[in-house]
């Protein structure tokens, strides 16, 4: 099956910080999302981006599919933004497969 | 519109017992799929519904069951409960289609489950 891998695991941020988290993938897609996941365990949707660059307030991404990854971009970190986040893709079945996420933990 | 349901939140079982958990999708979503998390194995996924119809599953034992109703709810089945089992178990629900439409899973809260 498709491999995800996240970089970084872990990532500490002061409070108005910018930060890019990586995904890598081992196949082709036909779905990727990136989740937020709260600490009460809800996943957000965050973006769905097979391919592209998308938008969306501080957050941005941007997959390159032909070269199997996605950078999610988080600009001016808030403490809110403190969480999980995952990448998600869906190759040629029906399942998400999950990287293993990077916690960000942003700081006052 | 309403978001993924799912209920119950909480649940506390013992070894041996089974457990049904249950989730509604947003409406108009014809697909559910199922996923456990554990902070081992991180999320894992456990079978997809559609119409009905379980169309992909995971690398889970034969405890863990699933079905879907006419109406696209869902619910998973988990017979003797292990320790292991004690995960927080998400359910997801999308439009569905084809392997090549747009297919965005949406999350519910997801049911925390410890086994004693």
């Known amino acids: 099956g498709i491999q995800v891998e996240q970089s970084p695991p872990d990532l500490i941020l002061q409070e108005g910080a910018n930060s890019t988290l990586r995904c890598n993938f081992s196949d082709s897609v036909n779905n990727l999302q990136w989740f937020h996941q709260n600490p009460w365990g809800q996943l957000i949707n965050l973006f769905y981006?097979?391919?592209g660059t998308k938008q969306n307030g501080r957050l941005s991404a941007t997959t390159v599919a032909t070269e199997r990854y996605s950078l999610l971009y988080i600009s001016s970190s808030q403490t809110t933004d403190s969480g999980v986040y995952f990448c998600a893709v869906r190759g040629s079945n029906y399942k998400l497969t999950f990287g293993k996420g990077t916690l960000l933990t942003v700081n006052p | 519109k309403a978001g993924v349901t799912q209920t119950p939140r909480y649940l506390i079982k013992t070894r041996g017992q089974q457990v049904t958990l249950s989730c509604s999708p947003i409406?108009?979503?014809?697909?559910v799929s199922w996923y456990q998390q554990t902070p081992g194995q991180g999320l894992q996924f456990l079978f997809e519904y559609f119409s009905e119809t379980q169309r992909n599953k995971g690398n889970f034992p034969g405890r863990f069951s699933g079905r879907q109703f006419s109406n696209s709810r869902s619910e998973m089945n988990v017979s003797t409960l292990e320790l292991g089992d004690s995960a927080l178990y998400l359910c997801a629900s999308s439009l569905a289609g084809g392997l090549l439409a747009k297919n965005i899973q949406y999350f519910g809260a997801g049911t925390r489950l410890s086994v004693l």
């Open positions: 409406s108009g979503h014809r697909s």
């Open positions: 981006i097979p391919s």
